[in-house]
């Protein structure tokens, strides 16, 4: 809890006991555990001193000579409500002690003091403090962040994007977003559309993956009745029911050679013809294409139609990676766990910091979607106030390598050898996996299992 380095500014304790000798028992051993501590004969003296200094833990007798325990945890509370008062009593004054954390007090301890029990109330004192300050702080970057509603991010990796959504939202260009599955490309075409002048016309999504050819083109184009068997009645496509608004046409790149055909003459004419009729249909529409693929590529590969491409790519918004935005992971956390704490009535506020720590060094191959996969299940699952790590996925848990056992001084090349190998065994050999754990590529994975004659598992 206390800082590890140099730089680091050690937790402040206040003790406020009128027994001298417990004063000073107090501090030796609380300064032997790094912490800055001072003592206080009377609650006023505290007080005063507490108008100069703020302090992150105060120990507060509830027998002082000027002032009730239970007055002054209160007075505490009420002008520094970051202050976590740990109560000491005598044991008869234990329902006292329950008033005065009914008064903010964090917990209390009974005298004859137990110095073990007093570190630990400590250090679980300042775990809860400082959660809440991060909680205040990721509240307050959701509510103060640069970006825009419903796309969480501060990192310089998400940055252009936003840039590039303010600047093309008002012009009425087609749009194309790239990136990999999971980055959140619905949520950009809905910011796109939400800032721009289609705003008040109706948002269509469709993803043209996983359908036959004739399913697409009936859902994007319409019917005419009788156009085919089953066709009873005329059915309106969804192109045509985005007129005045916006058409996400997700997954594009999966889109057959024939259908990508009839959508770039759509495009060109502005018109479409249902399936089974012979009447143009004007159009008034946007389109916000997405892609997993690289669609330059595919052109490339003869896979996709180049002028289509380009009728789809005026603006192209390339969207980053979770494991390429890390910065972002608490705030996409935090709201993740607002969302669905609310949604299954759960008292979740936050999460431990192993937890965290496990989640901010995982590679999220699925992205974002899959961090919130994480953060709605965990929530489904946990029994406490805070998601735990158990609470995690198994094969989550289970990357989190543990430090090599033992005190034994290694040489750099074998300390490297022994902790790849352990990566290894924590990923049953998976070496992308690995690689992506390592944040090396694959190829410098290869060399050094060769190098280190690990190649052979």
């Known amino acids: 809890m206390n800082g590890n380095g140099p730089e680091a500014t050690p937790n402040r304790i206040a003790v406020v006991d009128d027994e001298l000798t417990l004063c000073r028992r107090l501090a030796a051993t609380l300064e032997k555990q790094g912490f800055a501590v001072e003592t206080f004969g009377t609650g006023r003296t505290f ?56 008064a903010g007090a964090f917990h209390y301890c009974t005298k004859p003091v137990k110095l073990q029990e007093i570190r630990s109330l400590i250090e679980k004192a300042l775990e809860g403090a400082m959660l809440r300050r991060d909680n205040r702080r990721l509240r307050k970057e959701l509510q103060e962040q640069k970006g825009l509603p419903n796309i969480i991010g501060n990192s310089a990796a998400i940055q252009p994007v936003f840039a590039t959504i303010r600047k093309v939202a008002p012009v009425d260009c087609n749009v194309l977003l790239q ?32 359908f036959t050819e004739e399913l697409i083109a009936s859902e994007l184009f ?68 997405a892609s997993n693929k690289n669609l330059k590529e595919e052109v490339e590969q003869g896979n996709f139609r180049e002028d289509l491409f380009y009728r789809l790519n005026v603006v192209a918004v390339h969207l980053p990676r979770l494991a390429d935005r890390r910065e972002d992971i608490p705030l996409l956390i935090r709201h993740f766990i607002e969302k669905y704490a609310v949604l299954f009535g759960k008292r979740i506020t936050g999460i431990e910091r192993q937890a965290l720590r496990c989640l901010e060094n995982y590679s999220f191959p699925g992205n974002v979607r899959e961090l919130e996969n994480i953060i709605e299940r965990a929530i489904a699952l946990s029994d ?9 996925p198994p094969d989550i848990r289970q990357l989190e390598v543990q430090p090599l056992d033992g005190e034994e001084l290694l040489p750099l090349e074998e300390m490297e050898k022994r902790y790849i190998a352990r990566v290894l065994r924590n990923t049953d050999h998976n070496r992308n996996r690995a690689a992506q754990i390592l944040r090396i590529p694959r190829t410098t994975l290869w060399r050094k299992l060769k190098r280190f004659r690990l190649d052979h598992s």
Do not use: W
Not at 76 to 83: C, E, M, N
Not at 247 to 267: N, R
């Open 47 to 102: 007080l005063s001193r507490a108008q100069q200094q703020a302090f992150d833990v105060a120990l507060v007798d509830l027998r002082l000579p000027d002032l009730d325990g239970i007055e002054l945890v209160t007075e505490i509370k009420g002008k520094s409500p970051d202050t976590e008062c740990i109560v000491i009593t005598g044991y008869s004054s234990i329902d006292s002690a329950i008033q005065a954390i009914k």
């Open 179 to 210: 990136g990999a599955s999971g980055t959140g490309k619905e949520l950009v075409a809905r910011a796109i559309h939400n800032l721009g002048a289609r705003r008040d016309g109706p948002f269509v999504a469709f993803n043209c993956g996983g």
């Open 222 to 289: 319409g019917h005419e009745r009788g156009a085919f068997t089953g066709a009873g009645a005329t059915r309106i496509g969804l192109l045509e029911s985005g007129a005045g608004g916006t058409v996400f046409l997700d997954e594009i790149g999966e889109m057959s050679p024939a259908m990508q055909v009839k959508l770039l003459h759509v495009i060109q004419e502005r018109r479409i013809l249902r399936v089974g009729g012979v009447r143009p249909i004007e159009l008034n529409i946007r389109i916000v294409a």
């Open 384 to 392: 406490h106030v805070l998601i735990q790590f158990e609470d995690l």
